[in-house]
């Protein structure tokens, strides 16, 4: 059974930083491509960065580039997204996904994900 585990989510100023972490079970997880997407009030869920197994490769939507970074721990099933300069335009719901098949094409795609964690709420005030 996967299980995928979201935290760290919380509310910051404008101009903060807030780290996420996701908590994976799964004895593959390296093999994983890992993802991060956002859903605002009223929105549809968002790409914001994804991970390739090794960790070598990383993919960020155009807004939080320079900003938003995101990395694989492989030895403790665990990803992370570390936000800085955090904007009220980042709040959302933050879901950490999971794409079994390893694979980093069409990174963006919400259905080549195959299991998503319950999210954490990330709260910018300006």
């Known amino acids: 059974q996967v299980q995928l585990v979201e935290s760290g ?6 101009g903060g930083s807030l780290r996420l972490s996701c908590a994976a079970s799964g004895r593959t997880f390296s093999r994983w491509a890992m993802g991060w997407f956002r859903q605002a009030p ?17 993919y960020y939507e155009d807004s939080v580039k ?10 403790k099933n665990t990803v ?5 300069s955090l904007k009220p335009e980042d709040t ?5 996904a ?4 390893g694979a980093t094409y069409q990174y963006k795609v919400e259905l ?15």
């Open 9 to 14: 989510g919380g509310l910051v100023q404008a």
């Open 42 to 58: 009223g929105k549809e869920r968002d790409f914001v960065a994804a991970v390739s197994g090794s960790g070598i490769s990383t």
């Open 66 to 75: 320079g900003r938003f970074t995101i990395s694989r721990d492989n030895a």
């Open 80 to 84: 992370t997204l570390q936000m800085n």
């Open 92 to 96: 959302a719901v933050y879901y950490c």
């Open 98 to 101: 999971a794409r079994f098949d």
């Open 112 to 126: 080549n994900y195959d299991y998503w964690g319950q999210g954490t709420q990330v709260t910018v005030s300006s």
